[in-house]
């Protein structure tokens, strides 16, 4: 795909896409230039295709204000400003996790009424490429606009819009806790770098924990094993006296027959090591049933489970390192007659919920009418032309999963302390730290000693939820990773190969507190012992050193420029001290001076230092020479800064 596209007058080039963080931003992004040449007559055009693409954003997003304050801007940056918006709307309707707004970093005018304009794009973290495709795409519908606009094909680039949107589907997270986990991370201002597929990391160094969906780096292989086999998992449950469902294996669907007669109807069909709610049928009261149940399991499954059906409500109970912090009952799917409409009515009405969809991002999923809908309809003696009473309930699926179209209602206040051990010593038996338990009870705010009830199942990756739970990703994250992880950190700039500083700033650490990681001119270092004496980037280098689980402190120098097409290996630092001008920077279609590159750099820099900018009085640098909207800045002598270094660090080390 070019990086060069053009549309009526407007131009896209010099696109970078930066993997790390630049500037002071949260996720990574792309920075490119869009170069408008615009006549009079293609302005006009411009300005009202810009108007059309406000009113379908807003119908689109829901935001007004700041959308239409765009409508004051010059028209070059109105146009840079919308293709940076639908670049970021596709992202988000693709379900990518990105989270910070576009924006616009500079514009310059030249001759012959050519305007440049610099704007970012945000990206996912571990997918910045993306945005590349996402930017490309915005200026195509931008073009598919101006042209529909001569032509009355109002919609066309809405469809293209879709598409683009459709294409970059397969670039999301497969599971729905991860974006959630990724939007709880940002919003608490903590850093998270991809491990690739869908596990990240989650803070760097010795606080830096590992996230799969809601699998945890603490979550054992061996009890996973055992949670998704239920028949092993019931074993376990059973010989810790736990209540589980009798049951028996069938590998033929006469089996299974012979087992339900055994076992007394009603019963329950389901795959035996499978979770999520696949291929799970319940309240099944016939061999016909049974038959068909099966059939359906053994494709998912070589072994299918037949087990006893057990009346009562369905709740599902999350326990994390052996505290329950959320309980709800879910609620088959269904719906609730009003007295006037068809059950065909209310079943559309169900659907037409915005927080229903097919995703796995959808906090609620469509309810497909299909044959078990039927069914169970006909079961009620109704069909889909029916009109339920007002109140009555009409049940549309056997099991209450959510992931089938069930509703889940919290009940966290409701819960027995009984039953909130008994979800506990599950959790405990199996050997997981975070587990969704499954537990049919007639009466959850009733003991399971005096009313019965039984486990039908331990999710160890469970999906926490965004209807009733969405709180839970923050709570967790927060638990599991101490001091928002992050480890106190210094970015050393300017300083020359000969100057010792860094490895003065690196003995007078060590000196006072363990695990100190250094990145110089001489290499990659962690508590004196080189890892690498390769010549690296300052982004590799922190890339490297973020993995290290003995490292908490962290000092990297900037040696070259490959910041401004890197970013930095992380969004926030405590200390930056700007020792002296050296650079060393790789040769450039323009060439700069070592003042303007240095000015580059700083503007990389300086918005993402938290604490204190510390300037060598040497260096001939002044706060007056530095970007401005920047924390504290001091100028100090070179004898003082490492003492001065080593004071704020110090301090952070002990309030963390």
């Given amino acids: 795909m070019s990086d060069e596209l053009c549309a009526e007058g407007l131009s896209l080039s010099g696109i970078r896409v930066i993997p790390g963080y630049y500037g002071g931003r949260q996720q990574p992004c792309l920075i490119a230039q869009l170069h408008a040449k615009l006549t009079t007559q293609n302005e006009q055009a411009l300005v009202s295709t810009l108007t059309g693409f406000m009113a379908r954003c807003i119908e689109a997003s829901g935001v007004t204000s700041a959308l239409e304050a765009l409508e004051y801007l010059p028209i070059a940056e109105q146009a840079a400003a919308w293709i940076a918006h639908w670049a970021t709307h596709i992202q988000r309707s693709a379900g ?3 989270y910070e707004e576009p924006s616009i970093l500079s514009q310059q005018i030249g001759s012959h009424h050519e305007t440049t304009v610099e704007l970012t794009v945000p990206a996912m973290v571990g997918k910045a490429e993306v945005a590349k495709q996402a930017l490309i795409s915005s200026l195509s519908c931008l073009k598919l606009a101006l042209s529909a606009s001569s032509k009355g094909k109002a919609f066309e680039w809405q469809a293209h819009l879709k598409a683009s949107c459709d294409a970059l589907r397969g670039f999301a997270s497969r599971s729905a806790n991860t974006p959630r986990f990724l939007r709880a991370a940002f919003d608490a201002g903590m850093p998270v770098q991809s491990l690739g597929e869908n596990v990240y990391q989650f803070g760097f160094g010795r606080v830096g924990r590992w996230l799969d969906s809601t699998f945890t780096d603490a979550t054992p292989n061996i009890s996973t094993k055992i949670a998704r086999n239920k028949q092993w998992a019931s074993a376990l449950l059973r010989q810790a006296g736990l209540p589980t469902p009798p049951h028996g294996i069938a590998r033929s669907a006469e089996e299974a027959i012979h087992i339900a007669a055994r076992l007394g109807y009603p019963v329950v069909v389901k795959p035996l090591d499978l979770d999520g709610g696949q291929g799970v049928a319940a309240g099944l009261d016939s061999e016909s049933e049974v038959r068909h149940a099966y059939e359906v399991a053994r494709k998912l499954s070589k072994s299918v ?3 006893k059906h057990i009346h009562g409500k369905d709740f599902r109970l999350t326990v994390f390192n052996g505290r329950l912090l959320w309980a709800n009952e879910r609620v088959p799917g269904g719906v609730t007659g009003d007295g006037v409409s068809t059950i065909a009515a209310l079943h559309a009405a169900l659907n037409a919920d915005s927080r229903r969809g097919i995703g796995p991002t959808a906090p609620l999923k469509h309810l497909t009418w299909d044959d078990e809908a039927e069914t169970l309809v006909a079961k009620a003696g109704m069909s889909a032309h029916s009109i339920p009473r007002a109140g009555q309930f009409i049940r ?8 089938t179209g069930g509703m889940p209602v919290a009940v966290i206040a409701d819960v027995h302390p009984d039953n909130a051990r008994l979800a506990i010593r599950a959790a405990q038996t199996l050997n997981l730290d975070l587990a969704g338990i499954d537990l049919l009870i007639p009466d ?32 967790i994250l927060r638990d599991l990773v101490k001091d928002k992880g992050r480890a106190p950190t210094i970015l050393v700039v300017g300083a020359s190969p000969d100057d010792t500083l860094p490895q003065e700033i690196e003995s007078a650490l060590s000196a006072v507190m363990p695990g100190v990681a250094c990145f110089d001119s001489a290499g ?9 004496t390769r010549n690296q980037s300052t982004y590799s280098a922190g890339k490297l050193l973020m993995l290290e689980r003995a490292m908490e402190v962290m000092m990297l120098s900037v040696l070259d420029d490959s910041l401004l097409q890197t970013g930095l ?7 930056a001290v700007i020792a002296g001008k050296w650079l060393r920077h790789a040769p450039r279609d323009q060439p700069t001076t070592p003042k303007a590159l240095m000015s580059e750099i700083l503007k990389v820099i300086l918005p993402a230092c938290d604490g204190t900018v510390l300037v060598n009085k040497e260096s001939g640098l002044t706060p007056e020479m530095l970007p401005s909207n920047i924390c504290a800045v001091h100028v100090v002598e070179r004898h ?6 080593i004071d704020r660090i110090a301090k952070q080390y002990a309030d963390r």
Avoid at 526 to 531: F, H, Q, R
Avoid at 569 to 575: C, E, G, I, K, S
């Fill in 524 to 532: 990659t270092r962690l508590a004196g012992e080189t890892l690498t």
């Fill in 96 to 98: 990518l996790s990105v």
């Fill in 640 to 645: 003082e800064l490492v003492h001065t270094v």
């Fill in 444 to 475: 959850i705010s009733r003991s399971w000693k005096d009313v019965g009830g039984a486990i039908c199942e331990v999710n160890a990756q469970p999906q926490l939820g965004a209807v009733t739970g969405h709180h839970l990703y923050d709570l």
């Fill in 569 to 575: 290996p992380l969004p926030r630092f405590d200390v």
């Fill in 305 to 307: 489970l037949v087990e």
């Fill in 396 to 403: 549309l699926r056997r099991t209450a999963n959510v992931a």
